[in-house]
Structures are given as C-alpha cells and as structure tokens.
C-alpha cells in the first residue's frame, strides 16, 4: 500500500522560508511524476510544482524563482523548498505521487501560513 507522509508546514513571517517534505513508502514504480498542489477555502487545488523521476521540473508561474522542488529517488521524497514566503502562498498543501500506471495518491496535507 503507497502511503505519503508530508512535513514542515508551519507559521512563518512574510519573506521567510519553509521546506516541506514528502516520503512515499509502498513499492512504487521507478517511472513517476511527485509533485506538490495547493489549496485555499473556496478555491480549487492548483498545481504548485512537479517534478519527474528523470529531474525535469515544472512551476506555477506565481512562484516561479521563489520555490524549488526536487527528489531523493533513492528515498522515495520529494522535497519543496520555500522562499520569499508571501501571504498569498497560505494553504494546504499537498504531495502528490502519479505513476504510469494511472494510479494517483496523496498525501494528508500540510497547512503553510504567512503572516504579513
């Protein structure tokens, strides 16, 4: 059973940093996709940034310069490192692993607060 545990949400000061990690346990398949989403009350999940197993990334343009993900493919986690931290980065956010099989999990969420 694949199971994804995420960590280092918190409160943080505008302008600050945050670094969230993702660890995927279950056997997975070598070939995937992680990557990180977000989410607000009453607005949808948006994707933040993805990552494949082979190193090509992709960002949200909002954050682009400003967050970094990246992978331990030997540890099974995806990292997401957070800077220049601004109010409208506040959310949930959550880590998201796609096979090539079709199969999609996520994890439990981790709430992001920035404070202005």
């Known amino acids: 059973q694949v199971q994804l545990v995420e960590s280092g949400g918190g409160l943080v000061q505008t302008g600050g940093s945050l670094r969230l990690s993702c660890a995927v346990s279950g056997r997975i398949n070598r070939v995937n996709v992680m990557a990180w989403h977000r989410q607000t009350p009453g607005k949808q999940r948006e994707l933040v940034a993805l990552i494949t197993n082979d190193g090509n990334t992709n960002y949200l343009d909002s954050v682009k310069g400003r967050f970094t993900i990246s992978r331990d493919n030997a540890k099974n986690t995806v990292y997401l490192q957070m800077n220049s931290l601004k109010p409208e980065d506040t959310a949930v956010y959550y880590c998201?692993?796609?096979?090539?099989?079709?199969?999609?999990?996520w994890g439990q969420g981790t709430q992001v607060t920035v404070s202005s």
């Open positions: 998201n692993l796609f096979l090539v099989t079709g199969m999609n999990y």
